[in-house]
């Protein structure tokens, strides 16, 4: 019997990479229509080179572990594939920023995917109101692909060879199961995506209108606004963000689609398939109520102690909205980003840096700690006083329900209380990374929030003059923030282990 | 195809790898939860720990949808029962199972019920292949 | 008789103001970062006007970007000059210089920060950006492209042969 060699086993992974790697350059075509469509001659141009390269590149890998195929992954293994391909593919879905002159650098074309991709919604981008439409296109196609994943994407197109699919949906921060198999529930979160996206084009395109934009921009920035707001993104085709609008209508129909878009899809599965109240039995959506009703009423005092705004209307659109936008981690923004540390006031603050890092529910495009943890942790808290008022003798089994009535396992605790440990310890990190380069503490831990949990919110440490230092230790954290830790620590542990095994 | 498959015995664990690797849709029922070691870490199907005639666990499997049902536990009492549920009471397309006993055939036939011996197919395979063997001597 | 001297100050303030252009022209990000001193106060800003022109009746949302960050400008369409350009890609637009009175957190307006405008100035008009842009991407897009299709055509081709 021959033993494997491990650098044997890089070639499944690349073969699977590859295949990510090919759909991201394909989804560079659709900037390319639309950019052709809007007559950008030097856009289509940028994108016909880096699409083209870009699947280029996935074919390459594709060809090198093509023997190798249907070797079966580890575990750990389809957690390096998910992890390497979003590294990979961020530096080559950064080429059409960097040389369509978009972004000023590679680290900050880098920095900008990474950010789409990633749903947090911080941008270098430079000179925002004159991007292309190409361009714009190109950044919410990165947003609303990197909300549901792109290994997700990726998945949907694998016919054979699926026994691996599992493991790699699971390096991508997901693990909920709404299908037995992995490939069924990747299509099933993507007809759920495209569902909402005809209806919420339409909407968004007229509530686009009715602000008083012409048909075509209002289609335009309807859908992008549309994409980004279900992702819980955060880009809009604006430099004013969502202030551009000047309309309460456009905010309202935007905060309903990022709170849709920021439930899990087996609650969207389950909803669809019928049983409707699964919303108000949800873990998940009780704990996200609870820990905004909190959040909300502590951002009222802040900003009532401070008379930040000076009636109820102003406080719904300012205040609650940006609480909401940062608990959902989707990072809409109707203020420029200095006001909130000129303006609102430590309490308030506070309190949306608490809510950027609890965030939306698991398996959605949202960021954060994630309803459910939360929720899992405070049964565990409660649990633990209920059985110190019991009798020693007894055993109670304690379940919380989640799409179905769940044993409260040692197991998801303890995943649980990792994931937010590690959620804490990268927030920590880059506070104090931030801190070291001078920047006050409120504006710290704001903006690491924001970038941990995907949120996207600015204070305004994020610019194209910030240190270099700084904003790979964004990227980092926003890479981390996304896939959870495990698969990049993985990552890191094969790259380290192969090397040191030469 | 969505498909049950209770009981994660060794024919189970194959047959959930078989449908598996073809894109399936696999549940896989076993009340004893060191059987799902027959299958392949990370396995790309819904692993349900819990007894398979029992309605909620069967729901919980989705037999509701479910376009087919295979019971293969250890027991053909069981795995009969597992199957009139399934055909009577939630009306699934196809379902099959294993019974040791051969003698059950015809009366199982009878109740509409497809069922596999794996001991009358082992019998009748050495049967015929020897037959053969010495057709052609 | 306190008050004298104040009024008197007030009063001379006042023709100041009447003067105009005596008032200092502030940037976008004095305007953002000093909104709590500046706010109910008469300003004047000046930057190119961006994206669209969304009308309220007989008001006008602009958005005007001295180039850091754009401000919203709230304009009585009268003031607004018939061919307004507006910046968009490959186009810079018109120039405008505003007067007018800066809310930090507008009472109208849901607590947007925006500038009430009196008086509207065009300063300089806008134009299409001259940029010359390479055509030889177009070759090394259509030889990548190329060289993707044959490459996806080898693969297609090994699948079938295992097949």
């Not at chain 1, 979160?189 to 209108?209: D, E, H, N, P, Q």
């Not at chain 1, 949202?366 to 405070?378: E, Q, T």
């Not at chain 2, 004893?32 to 729901?59: A, Q, R, S, W």
């Not at chain 3, 994206?51 to 309220?56: I, S």
């Amino acid at each position: 019997m021959v033993i494997e060699k491990p650098v044997k086993r890089i070639y499944p992974m690349l073969y699977f990479i590859g295949i990510i790697i090919v759909v991201l350059g394909c989804l560079q075509l659709v900037p390319l229509v639309v950019s052709l469509i809007y007559k950008e001659r030097f856009i289509s141009s940028i994108f016909l080179a880096t699409a083209s390269f870009t699947i280029l590149v996935g074919e390459g890998l594709m060809a090198i572990g093509y023997r190798y195929r249907s070797t079966k992954l580890s575990f750990g293994e389809g957690t390096v594939v998910a992890a390497g391909a979003w590294l990979l593919g961020t530096m080559l879905c950064a080429l059409p920023y960097y040389f369509s002159g978009s972004c000023l650098s590679f680290i900050d074309s880098c920095f900008d995917v990474m950010s789409g991709l990633t749903t947090t919604g911080l941008c270098l981008i430079q000179d925002m109101d004159h991007l292309s439409n190409g361009i714009n296109m190109w950044r919410q196609t990165l947003t609303f692909t990197g909300g549901q994943g792109m290994v997700v994407l990726a998945l949907t197109f694998l016919t054979k060879d699926q026994s691996n699919a599992y493991k790699m949906y699971v390096g991508e921060g997901k693990d909920e199961k709404l299908f037995p198999n992995a490939v069924s529930t990747a299509r099933q979160i993507w007809k759920i995506s495209i569902f909402y996206l005809i209806i919420g084009t339409v909407v968004m395109t007229f509530a686009a209108r009715s602000a008083g934009l012409a048909w075509d921009r209002a289609f335009l920035h309807g859908m992008w606004v549309y994409m980004s707001a279900w992702s819980t993104g955060g880009f809009a085709p604006m430099s004013q963000n969502i202030l551009y609008y000047h309309s309460s209508l456009f905010e309202l129909c935007a905060v309903v689609f990022f709170v849709i878009g920021s439930l899990n899809f087996a609650l969207h599965h389950a909803v669809l398939s019928g049983r409707v109240s699964e919303i108000r039995k949800n873990i998940e959506t009780i704990t996200f109520t609870i820990s905004f009703i909190i959040l909300s009423s502590l951002v009222t005092v802040g900003l009532m102690k401070n008379n930040v705004y000076p009636d109820l209307l102003a406080f719904l659109r300012k205040g609650l909205f940006h609480l909401i936008s940062g608990q959902t981690t989707t990072g809409f923004m109707t203020v420029y980003a200095k006001q909130f540390y000129y303006e609102w006031g430590d309490i308030a603050l506070v309190a949306m840096t608490i809510a950027m890092l609890l965030g939306g529910s698991a398996c959605s495009t949202a960021g954060g700690f994630k309803a459910l943890r939360i929720g899992v942790i405070f049964e565990t808290f409660k649990t633990e006083v209920k059985k110190l008022l019991l009798p020693e003798s007894r055993i109670v089994e304690y379940r919380i329900h989640h799409i179905k009535e769940m044993i409260l396992s040692d197991s998801l605790i303890r995943s649980s209380f990792l994931i937010v440990t590690a959620y804490l310890v990268t927030f920590t990190v880059g506070t104090l990374i931030t801190l070291l380069f001078g920047y006050p503490l409120t504006m710290a831990a704001f903006e690491s929030a924001s970038v941990t949990g995907n949120v996207g919110l600015s204070i305004g440490v994020t610019s194209t003059s910030m240190p270099l230092l700084l904003k790979i230790t964004y990227i980092i954290m926003m890479w981390l923030g996304r896939l959870e830790f495990m698969s990049i620590f993985a990552l890191i542990a094969f790259i380290l282990k192969g090397g040191l095994k030469k | 195809m969505f498909l049950i498959i209770a009981g994660c015995t060794q024919v189970g664990a194959l047959l959930v790898k078989k449908f598996v690797d073809t894109g399936h849709n696999v549940v896989v029922i076993d009340r004893d939860k060191g059987n799902f070691d027959y299958l392949e870490t990370g396995c790309n199907c819904l692993m349900i720990h819990g007894m398979p005639i029992d309605e909620d666990v069967l729901k919980e499997a989705g037999i509701e949808r479910a376009d087919a049902l295979i019971a293969v536990t250890a027991e053909d009492n069981m795995n009969i029962m597992i199957s009139q549920i399934a055909k009577h009471l939630y009306h699934v397309p196809h379902v099959m199972m294993q019974a040791n006993h051969p003698e059950r055939q015809a009366v199982l036939s009878a109740k509409g019920l497809h069922m596999i011996c794996p001991i009358a197919l082992t019998a009748d395979h050495f049967y015929t292949s020897l037959l053969q063997k010495e057709n052609s001597i | 008789m306190k008050k004298i001297p104040l009024v008197l100050i007030l009063s001379l303030l006042c023709s100041n103001v009447v003067k105009a252009g005596t008032l200092p022209t502030y940037t976008s990000i004095e305007l953002i970062e000093q909104a709590k001193s500046l706010n109910q106060t008469e300003v004047i800003y000046q930057g190119e006007v961006i994206g669209d022109v969304l009308f309220r009746g007989e008001q006008a949302w602009l958005s005007v970007s001295d180039g850091v960050n754009a401000i919203a400008v709230y304009v009585p369409i009268q003031l607004l000059p018939e061919d307004l350009a507006l910046g968009r890609y490959l186009y810079t637009g018109d120039i405008i210089s505003v007067k007018g009175i800066l809310h930090r957190a507008c009472q109208n307006h849901g607590g947007d920060l925006d500038l009430h405008v009196s008086y509207l100035e065009r300063t300089s008009l806008g134009y299409p950006q001259e940029r010359e842009f390479p055509e030889y991407i177009w070759i090394i897009g259509g030889v990548f492209s190329g060289i993707a299709l044959i490459g996806a055509n080898y693969l297609k081709k090994r699948h079938e042969v295992s097949e």
